[in-house]
């Protein structure tokens, strides 16, 4: 799959991230989300790291349960997973998402008091 930042993506690419959300992320990613959103804190005007953010499930799923000043910062490696989870961004939800490409080490070093909550689903790597 491509890289943040790495150049074009093929029609390999795009019928990767299709199979990711289409086949697994219904089965894996969409059961472990719910575990996740279950404990999801109550609280207002939050600020969300969703880290491997993939196709976007729980990144709209997170705004759905959020308040609307609350704001979600995806990042995602793949360029391709990027473009995807976009398209489920509903038009009012567009000032509360950012979606980055990057990972993991790309905001290790930031303070602990940068995010009022992390979350990292089904991530490999």
Known sequence: MSTAGGGSRSLRDRR???????????IWHDR???LI?????????????DLHSGPGRL???LLTRLDDSSRVLAIE?????IE????????EWRNRVYFKGGSFEDVFGMG????????????LG
């Open 37 to 49: 959103l279950r404990n999801l804190p109550p609280g207002t005007g939050q600020f969300v790291l």
């Open 59 to 61: 990144t709209t799923e």
């Open 16 to 26: 990767v991230a299709r199979v990711v959300d289409r086949d697994i992320a219904p």
């Open 84 to 91: 995807l989870a976009k398209t489920r961004v509903r038009p």
């Open 112 to 123: 602990a008091a940068s995010y009022d909550l992390t979350i990292a689903n089904l991530v």
């Open 77 to 81: 490696p793949d360029d391709t997973l």
């Open 32 to 34: 472990f989300a719910r």
